[in-house]
C-alpha cells in the first residue's frame, strides 16, 4: 500500500487543520493506520491510531480530547482531525498502515511496515 498525507499547514494557537492520508491498494480497509508526528530534535511519537474496521482508536495523553483519527474505507482515506492546537503540535505529520493484527490499533513505529511522506504542521503563538 501507498500512502499519501496532505493538509499541512501554519495555523495560529487555538486553530484547526485536518490531515489526510490517501491510502493505494484494493484492500486498505484491513490495515492498522496511525499518525505520527516528528518535531525537531526529537523522535517521532505516535499521535493516534485506529484499527482496520475504525471501531477502535488510541490517542496520545497529549492529543486526548484535541485531535481524532477517523476512515472512510470506501475512499481509502484516513483523517486526523486537529483542534485547539498548540506550538507544542508543530511537527512533522506522517501517516502509516499495517497489516498485521489490524483488528488493533498499533502504538508503536515499528509495527507499521509503510508510511507515507511526511506534511508539516506549524502552530504559531
Known amino acids: 500500500v501507498q500512502l499519501q498525507a496532505s493538509g499541512g499547514g501554519l495555523v495560529q494557537a487555538g486553530g484547526s487543520l485536518r490531515l489526510s492520508c490517501a491510502a493505494s491498494?484494493?484492500?486498505?480497509?484491513?490495515?492498522?493506520m496511525g499518525w505520527f508526528r516528528q518535531a525537531p530534535g526529537k523522535e517521532r511519537e505516535l499521535v493516534a491510531a485506529i484499527s482496520s474496521g475504525g471501531s477502535s482508536t488510541y490517542y496520545a495523553d497529549s492529543v486526548k480530547g484535541r485531535f481524532t483519527i477517523s476512515r472512510d474505507n470506501a475512499k481509502r482515506m484516513v483523517y486526523l482531525q486537529m483542534n485547539s492546537l498548540k506550538p507544542e503540535d508543530t511537527a512533522v505529520y506522517y501517516c502509516a498502515a499495517d497489516y498485521r493484527l489490524a483488528q488493533i490499533p498499533h502504538r508503536r513505529a515499528n509495527e507499521y511496515e509503510h508510511w507515507g511522506q511526511g506534511t508539516l504542521v506549524t502552530v504559531s503563538s
Open positions: 491498494g484494493r484492500t486498505v480497509s484491513r490495515y492498522a
